[in-house]
């Protein structure tokens, strides 16, 4: 529960100036760390047929020939030349619960940076990145491009797409659904959302990632896990405009907060294991470069798993 500060107009960053700053302050840094080399972040799954060969754990199933597996009387596989070339799509959520976190770095300012700056890296790159936004509807598809222009014209319509609090809970499954008939080509593909919403979404992430290869990006703020000592407070629910005072100084309502908390973060850790997703938990108060280079890990895990 937040309440939620009005984002006028005259708040937002440019986006070229967003831009120029992710690139001085975390562009030189990766460049610095990784040396320029993004293969394990971008490469891509491959499109081009290498050869079909017998299948042996842990080969990824989906890439089982059934003809020629009928045809055997024993699972084959189809092996593909890895492709650099990558189409990324982002799936962003735009709910009224993104606005939570300090004045200064809200989620849906995290978002920003985040998917500009992904989108940077890729598009220097020579791929191509889209995206389709979300607030309980599709409000917004961007086909896929590559350039620095691209980049600005997602960070552009994030930031112009101004949610409407007191409606209902958050229906993530709605943006999967979309986004399974509108993404036609394997795409490496960003879930960015704070996973605030209804339950359910896990299966068709799950339908998505058979497609596509599918990451989590939940976003999070450390007061959603702790409620500080600040005395009696009206707090709302953003997702739907529910109110209530409550009293932050009572020791036990604080205990019974973060307890409910913890079993959320159980509940959506398990929700991500049956959709078979990995996971990449962003906090608003952490540094983007080593955000990314978690995520680089994980794409490597994913990649060897995948072989």
């Not at 990766?30 to 490469?43: A, E, P, T, V």
């Not at 092996?79 to 009224?96: K, N, Q």
Request: hydrophobic share 40%; aromatic share 6%; net charge neutral.
């Amino acid at each position: 529960m937040s309440t939620r500060a009005p984002v006028l107009p005259t708040d937002r960053e440019a986006p070229e100036r967003v831009l120029n700053r992710l690139d001085w302050h975390v562009l030189r840094r990766l460049d610095g760390i990784l040396q320029g080399d993004y293969h394990s972040l971008f490469m891509g799954g491959g499109l081009d047929f290498a050869e079909l060969r017998e299948y042996q754990p842990p080969d990824d199933v989906r890439h089982i020939d059934w003809n020629v597996t009928a045809r055997m009387d024993a699972p084959y596989v189809r092996r593909y030349m890895e492709d650099r070339e990558v189409t990324a799509w982002f799936l962003v959520d735009l709910s009224p619960s993104m606005a939570f976190g300090a004045q200064e770095r809200r989620k849906e300012s995290v978002l920003v940076d985040l998917v500009g700056m992904l989108a940077r890296l890729l598009t220097r790159n020579g791929n191509r990145v889209g995206a389709i936004l979300y607030d309980n509807e599709v409000e917004l598809a961007i086909p896929p491009r590559g350039g620095r222009t691209q980049v600005l014209r997602l960070i552009n319509n994030i930031q112009r797409q101004q949610s409407s609090p007191g409606g209902a809970m958050t229906d993530l499954a709605k943006l999967l659904a979309s986004a399974h008939n509108t993404i036609k080509r394997r795409s490496l593909v960003f879930v960015v959302s704070d996973f605030i919403c209804v339950p359910g979404w896990d299966r068709a992430m799950d339908g998505l990632n058979r497609k596509h290869e599918v990451l989590a990006v939940r976003l999070w703020d450390p007061r959603e896990m702790d409620l500080p000592n600040v005395g009696v407070v009206l707090v709302e629910d953003v997702e739907t405009g529910d109110q209530m005072s409550v009293d932050t100084s009572d020791r036990g309502f604080r205990q019974r907060f973060h307890e409910a908390a913890r079993r959320r973060e159980a509940e959506l850790a398990q929700a991500f294991r049956r959709a078979g997703v990995d996971e990449l938990r962003l906090s608003t108060q952490e540094d983007l470069v080593l955000a990314i280079l978690r995520f680089a890990s994980l794409r490597s895990r994913a990649r060897r798993r995948d072989r």
